[in-house]
């Protein structure tokens, strides 16, 4: 079965950093792009960027340029999305996805089950 | 950036009702538009691609259609488990960009 799997909740303090994973399983990993959506409690969707776990290339939202860093691990199937200097309106439920295809401007059909952030002091 | 602008908000429907949400795009994308539905608590899930594809596994009474700048996500004959939110969402270039969100309630 396909699945995407994301690590557990995260509280953190103001000016702190969160790495999150997602570990996929039941299809070939670096045969996909994988994007990173959170959102906030209550709001809609937001867009951060997408990494290829073939390359390691990435393609962020210039919103989040500065301040986010999408990796991978090809040996254990698993990308990550590490955001730095975090401020409460970070706090959000954040989720990996796959792209359709294997291509990064098709739609998302696989989601993991979202790993919650809390930004507080 | 390119600006999505769905419609309506939200909206209250009865079961074998048909509904329709709108979704308009700020510069013209082609068909790089897609459907999702997010019940509370859970992941989004796919419905349409490319505008108009009906995903694998999901009823034929959800359908696409637009090109362009103006897109229509519908639904025939309403059930109980369509309460949801759905949100339509571009890729034609980054960011790819969510609309705002409909809120669906049946009644």
């Known amino acids: 079965q396909v699945h995407l799997v994301q690590s557990g909740a995260e509280v953190k303090n103001p000016g702190a950093s969160v790495k999150v994973s997602c570990k996929a399983s039941?299809?070939?990993?670096?045969?996909?792009?994988f994007h990173w959506v959170r959102q906030a409690p209550g709001q809609g969707l937001e867009w951060m960027g997408w990494?290829?776990?073939?390359?390691?290339?990435?393609n962020y939202a210039q919103k989040f340029q500065d301040w986010i860093t999408m990796t991978r691990d090809t040996s254990i199937s698993t990308v990550y999305m590490e955001l730095n200097r975090l401020r409460s309106d970070d706090t959000a439920l954040y989720y990996c996805?796959?792209?359709?295809?294997?291509?990064?401007?098709?739609?998302?059909?696989?989601w993991g089950q979202g790993t919650t952030v809390i930004v507080s002091s | 950036d390119i600006q999505m602008t769905q419609s309506p908000s939200s909206l209250s429907a009865s079961v074998g009702d048909r509904m329709t949400i709108t979704c308009r795009t700020s510069?013209?994308?082609?068909?790089?538009l897609h459907w999702y539905q997010q019940k509370p608590g859970k992941a989004p899930k796919l419905l349409i691609y490319?505008?108009?594809s009906l995903q694998s596994g999901v009823p034929s009474r959800f359908s696409g259609s637009g090109s362009g700048t103006d897109f229509t996500l519908t639904i025939t004959s309403l059930q109980p488990e369509d309460s949801a939110t759905y949100f339509c969402?571009?890729?034609?270039?980054?960011?790819?960009?969510f609309g705002q969100g409909t809120k669906l309630e049946i009644k």
């Open positions: 996805a796959r792209s359709v295809a294997g291509r990064p401007d098709s739609a998302m059909d696989v």
């Open positions: 039941g299809f070939a990993f670096s045969d996909y792009y």
């Open positions: 990494i290829n776990p073939n390359s390691g290339g990435t």
């Open positions: 510069q013209s994308i082609s068909n790089f």
């Open positions: 490319a505008a108009s």
């Open positions: 969402q571009h890729s034609f270039s980054v960011p790819y960009t």
